[in-house]
């Protein structure tokens, strides 16, 4: 089911001219007195596989909620196509929610699971059965088409679903943690089956989940949320190289935080060459911002344990620092080394184990140096 990917990159967030289907504007969400949602601004467009990630209790869910017509905003507006969805009953709305659940009826075969709201739509009676026939191919299920929920898997009941979703031609598909309930091999395959079904359908898709993996992996940008606010919202790549704050470079994948000062620049070092103070007795680390930082402020330095070398000679790199090994974490195809740099201070490298376990040359006490370059790691303020 691969499809070739457009010559011309999908990115109408970058278009001052695109209209974006769904607008959030200023929308607060209050229970009581605990506020879920906080003077929310977002833009999302039509065809985006769009990801709402966080931990649980940021507001994810009530966001999607009001979005379905579940949930309606204490403040502010939704308007989807331009339209104010505020008043629009869930029935109403151009718009489906595939529950984590599935919420399949046991009694009926795929195939009514499929048609059971095309037979509820004002679609034409002689008409349903051609479109359940198109949902079926496109989920691979046609031979499936008798068959109850119970005789089918997880994953193939995760697709009826998903059918039955899509067969009214929504504008927009509500995904709430659609493959919580599969194993971690299936549901990394059923990632891949839910891109090639967003692009083949070009329905926008806004998906909620806790998965960075899952989030980073199917969707065109990806919005971090904390306490009911978007702490970036950005393209998987962007959100993983360039994060704006600690928390969103600690939240997605593994990363080392440094914690420093800014030196005063060498005169005729460029203006964005940031050089930091870190732990005593230990080289400055020599980076680069795209912001001015005085002399003195407090900052962070980021950088992926992939992005840092480790060797058991001194090699020649912008950063070098001298450690223990004091961990090895084994995981087949790449090893993580915790490598103690000071006392109580860890920096974590990751090599590709592409020798034999007996050929290679690091363990646990050995001393052993860390370096990466000077555009490795991302210097945050904040």
């Known amino acids: 089911m691969a499809h070739p990917r457009p010559e011309v990159a999908f990115a109408p967030w970058d278009d001052p001219e695109a209209k974006p289907l769904i607008q959030f504007k200023n929308v607060t969400k209050r229970f009581g007195d605990f506020t879920a949602i906080e ?5 999302i467009y039509a065809k985006e596989f769009f990801a709402l990630l966080g931990p649980s209790g940021c507001g994810k ?41 599935y919420a399949l009826f046991p009694h009926l075969s ?19 059965g051609d479109r359940v026939e198109k949902m079926l191919k496109l989920t691979q299920l046609g031979k499936f088409a008798k068959r109850k929920p119970h005789q089918i898997s997880g994953g193939q009941r995760q697709r009826v679903a998903l059918a039955r979703a899509l067969a009214k031609a929504p504008k927009l598909l509500l995904l709430d943690e659609p493959l919580g309930a599969l194993d971690k091999k299936l549901r990394h395959e059923t990632q891949f ?42 393209t998987p790549d962007q959100i993983y190289e360039a994060p704006n704050s600690t928390y969103v470079a600690d939240f997605i994948g593994d990363v080392n935080i440094i914690e420093g000062t800014v030196e005063v620049p060498e005169k005729g070092a460029a203006d964005t060459a940031v050089t930091i103070r870190w732990a005593n007795h230990k080289a400055p680390i020599n980076a680069y911002s795209d912001r001015h930082l005085p002399a003195a402020s407090s900052v962070h330095f980021a950088i992926r344990p992939e992005k ?29 080394y915790h490598v103690e740099v000071a006392p109580g201070m860890v920096i974590k490298a990751q090599a590709t184990n592409n020798r034999r376990i007996s050929r290679r040359n690091l363990t646990w006490e050995d001393h052993v140096y860390l370096s990466w370059t000077d555009t490795a790691g991302v210097v945050l303020t904040e």
């Open 39 to 43: 003077d929310l601004t977002l833009d």
């Open 61 to 101: 869910t009530t966001l999607m909620r009001m979005l379905g017509g579940f949930e309606t905003p204490s403040e502010g507006t939704i308007l989807l196509d331009g339209v104010d969805i505020g008043p629009v009953p869930p029935n109403e709305r151009p718009v489906n929610m595939m529950f984590q659940s």
């Open 110 to 128: 795929v195939w009514d699971n499929i048609a059971f709201g095309l037979k509820r739509s004002a679609m034409p009676k002689d008409q349903i």
């Open 193 to 234: 089956e839910l891109m090639d079904i967003q692009e083949t359908t070009g329905t926008t898709f806004v998906i909620v989940t806790h998965d960075q993996e899952e989030a980073m992996t199917v969707a065109s940008r990806v919005a971090v949320m904390t306490e009911g606010k978007l702490a970036q919202v950005a």
């Open 308 to 336: 840092v070398a480790i060797s058991s000679e001194a090699p020649e790199a912008a950063n070098v620092v001298e450690g223990k090994i004091l961990d090895i974490a084994y995981l087949g195809n790449i090893s993580t």
